[in-house]
């Protein structure tokens, strides 16, 4: 006899397995449904489950969560995955290794029928075969199967230092675990992280591929023998070797071999996976300083901006020096300005695609870069007369800064994005603009400058007999006055809003000479600055009921 528990988040399909299968005959005793993974787990402390069919998508915890737990307290159980991811068949075979079988939403009632007999049949046969000396045998599996949990366990609490980095602490707690490790033995880390994936994928696809990845990492990897770990960390994946023969493991031949197992990893991962890889491989070191030696691998990777789908040995990386000189931003700001597209984006690449080769960068030249350009957009769109926050509400964002500056690729993209959005906005600007519009912005934007009749010629590309023929005819006013007439006001609101010293005043407004400024300021006004300032209370109110 057989107990089934169904686990399906969505009750019409729980039930509709629960019905579509007339399962006295296939000598199950008790059929439950339950809707999530708590339920679940409820159902399992009731009565023994011998067989479990799971969705994985659930909210609040997925199948796999739910098999792994099972997995732990209840192995005797057979399990059946569900899934409506047709297209996941690398993740399916990943999963077939853990799991009886694994079936396609919907499942016609002959298929559902076939796998349970396929599991009331082999769970039959371990009954029968279950003799003192066979369970004896199982229970020993059992534990061997769960060995590398409690080992990965044990590198968790190194590698959070819960348990000390000494000799005599760590072999204290081997020995209370069971764990297969000597005093003398070495060991060596390889770190692996996935740098990102090459097709767009939601959270949950993520989690399958990394599943699936794991097991491939078993394949490929775990073959060197029992004593290979591998540990899930927040940088990615750690597989440690414990090593008892160190001349062996130092010789070139091993390197090699080891080499090879990871480009092997990175080749897989790349054409079955979407997904690119760095393996960093750190040196051979006894057990009391693992701690160190990884903490020295996720620098390294916090570092590492260039080495992608690349297999590095850390130590001999580490001593490269980085040789990239940061560009002639003032040269990439003058091409922005003047709309010269192609040689722009040609300059960028080329300078981009130097630094992809220097195996020395490190993020910090990325950040270096980061700001400096940053800086030149701000000042050339402010040149333009236009707004930073308007045009780049998300490129800026604490968020995109971690992201541009994690590699050369990244940055490359983003360094794209952002020039081409202030090239569509200095191209529109442009384009709706009148020449004497260009004329009264310039001014504004450098108001503080010298403004003569060739400076603003060259900026709007025309000679300054014609600008200043052109801008009295539209104006009234001749462009010498207008300057005056913009500086005037610009010192109006300083010494209306602000508490500056007079001097300072006249220098923001382009007046290097204090007495010319005040001659100016009075022909214009009919009074002083200083007088302006004394009275700006009346001037205000004055200027607040004219405007009411």
């Not at 199950?28 to 787990?41: D, E, H, P």
């Not at 983003?414 to 912005?441: D, P």
């Amino acid at each position: 006899m057989y107990r089934l528990l169904i686990v399906d988040d969505e009750m019409i399909i729980a039930n509709g397995i629960k019905s579509s299968v007339e399962w006295g005959e296939l000598g199950i005793v008790s059929v439950t449904a339950v809707y999530n993974l708590r339920q679940a787990k409820a159902a399992f402390e009731k009565q023994p489950i011998d067989i479990m069919i799971t969705d994985i998508e659930m909210p609040n915890g997925d199948g796999f969560e739910l098999f792994e737990w099972v997995r732990e307290f209840h192995p005797q159980t057979e399990c059946i995955f569900l899934t409506c991811h047709a297209d996941f068949q690398y993740a399916k075979k990943a999963i077939q290794m853990g799991s009886l079988e694994y079936l396609l939403k919907p499942v016609p009632a002959e298929e559902l029928t076939s796998v349970v007999m396929k599991a009331t049949g082999k769970i039959g046969r371990k009954r029968e075969s279950l003799s003192i000396s066979e369970a004896y045998k199982h229970y020993h599996k059992l534990w061997e199967m769960h060995q590398p949990l409690f080992i990965e366990r044990f590198w968790l609490d190194v590698l959070h230092q819960s348990i000390p980095s000494r000799l005599d602490s760590m072999m204290e707690v081997i020995r209370k675990r069971n764990i297969p490790y000597t005093g003398s033995m070495q060991f060596r880390p390889v770190l692996i992280h996935i740098q990102y994936w090459q097709k767009e994928l939601t959270a949950r696809e993520e989690k399958l591929m990394e599943y699936a990845l794991r097991n491939v990492l078993d394949e490929l990897l775990i073959q060197c023998g029992s004593t290979t770990q591998v540990v899930q960390v927040k940088e990615g994946l750690l597989v440690i070797r414990a090593i008892e023969d160190l001349s062996a493991e130092d010789s070139e031949e091993a390197r090699k071999t080891l080499q090879q197992q990871c480009e092997a990893l990175v080749e897989c991962c790349n054409r079955y996976f979407y997904c690119h890889l760095s393996c960093y491989i750190g040196k051979t070191v006894p057990i009391q300083e693992m701690l160190k030696t990884f903490q020295a691998l996720a620098a390294f990777h916090k570092n590492n901006v260039n080495l992608i789908n690349r297999v590095v040995f850390v130590e001999e990386c580490s001593k490269k020096q980085c040789k990239a000189q940061l560009p002639l931003l003032h040269v990439w700001s003058e091409m922005l300005k003047n709309g010269d597209k192609d040689r722009l984006f040609s300059e960028t690449r080329q300078f981009l695609d130097a630094w992809k080769h220097d195996e020395g960068l490190d993020a910090g030249r990325l950040q270096q870069f980061y700001k400096q350009f940053i800086q030149m957009i701000l000042y050339t769109l402010q040149q333009r007369g236009l707004r930073a926050d308007e045009i780049y509400p998300e490129h800026l964002s604490p968020e995109r800064t971690l992201s541009a500056t994690r590699t050369v690729l990244d940055l490359e993209n983003w360094v794209r994005e952002v020039l081409e959005q202030a090239i569509v906005h200095i191209h529109r600007l442009e384009s709706n603009e009148t020449v004497v519009s260009r004329i009264k912005r310039y001014i504004a934007l450098n108001i503080d400058q010298e403004l003569s009749r060739q400076y603003i010629a060259d900026h709007v590309g025309l000679s300054p007999d014609y600008i200043v023929k052109l801008f009295k005819k539209e104006t009234g006013l001749s462009i010498s006055d207008y300057i005056i007439q913009e500086r005037m006001n610009r010192a109006k609101d300083f010494l209306l809003k602000t508490e500056l010293p007079i001097s300072s005043i006249a220098l923001a407004v382009g007046f290097s000479n204090f007495a010319y400024f005040s001659t100016i300021f009075k022909k214009s006004l009919s009074m002083t600055p200083q007088d302006f300032r004394k009275n700006r209370d009346n001037i205000a109110h004055k200027g607040i009921s004219k405007s009411e």
